[in-house]
């Protein structure tokens, strides 16, 4: 079964800090990749999504993530973070064998920005 | 833009008690999934739904669990008889097609 791994529940940065969440899945066949973000008091939204083509994905509000097939591992990066990225940060995996299209979520990751 | 809604936003219910949580998916999508998230835990998925029936479910989609889809419109959870580990936040989702879930902003089940 596959799984996804976030390696860190709580970062703490100040503003204009850079930041780069870890997201590590286990499962080795071809996977479809997301990252989720959940502002307080918020539904879940999706931040950006990588199929296939170029590993490295724009997302919106300056995030950018980087698919390394042979690390397993789909990193979420911003270069300068501001206090409106506070949030719940969410990678998740479907898989090419997942008849049903589910995703499978890691146990996110607690982002505070401080002013 | 169109969005995926929940209601209620949040319920309390006695143990023992049946609820019902409504999701009215994006209206020309065609796959729609349940997800909960117990307080302090990851985002779990419970089922999918397409074609009028479930294309997938997980181990926590026992037989106390039920989906619907009874208008066309609207999209049912239903725990027959909740337990105090149902706590949850409960999160809808649609797709148009795999691989690009809309979700709901959730309703928080509070079981006593």
């Known amino acids: 079964a596959q799984s996804v791994s976030q390696h860190n529940h709580h970062v703490i940065l100040s503003e204009a800090a850079s930041l780069e969440l870890g997201c590590n899945y286990s499962?080795?066949?071809?996977?479809?990749l997301f990252w989720y973000v959940q502002y307080p008091g918020q539904h879940l939204q999706l931040l950006l999504k990588?199929?296939?083509?170029?590993?490295l994905v724009k997302g919106i509000k300056g995030f950018e993530a980087e698919f390394i097939k042979s690390k397993f591992s789909f990193n979420l990066r911003k270069p300068s973070v501001q206090w409106s990225d506070t949030a719940e940060y969410f990678c998740a995996v479907i898989s090419n064998n997942n008849a049903g299209n589910m995703l499978t979520f890691g146990g996110g990751t607690r982002l505070m920005v401080k002013p | 833009e169109p969005e995926v809604t929940q209601t209620p936003s949040h319920q309390v219910t006695q143990m023992g008690q049946e609820v019902i949580l409504r999701c009215v998916p994006i209206s020309n999508h065609l796959y729609f999934y349940w997800y909960r998230q117990i307080l302090g835990q990851k985002v779990e998925f419970l089922v999918s739904?397409?074609?009028?029936?479930?294309?997938?479910k997980s181990e926590i989609f026992d037989d106390q669990f039920s989906v619907e889809r009874p208008d066309g419109s609207n999209f049912t959870l239903k725990i027959r008889s909740t337990k105090l580990e149902d706590s949850a936040m409960y999160f809808c989702?649609?797709?148009?097609?795999?691989?690009?879930?809309?979700f709901g902003p959730g309703t928080r089940l509070t079981v006593l």
């Open positions: 990588y199929f296939s083509g170029d590993p």
């Open positions: 989702a649609s797709s148009v097609s795999s691989s690009m879930e809309f």
């Open positions: 499962y080795g066949g071809t996977v479809n």
């Open positions: 739904f397409y074609n009028n029936e479930i294309s997938e």
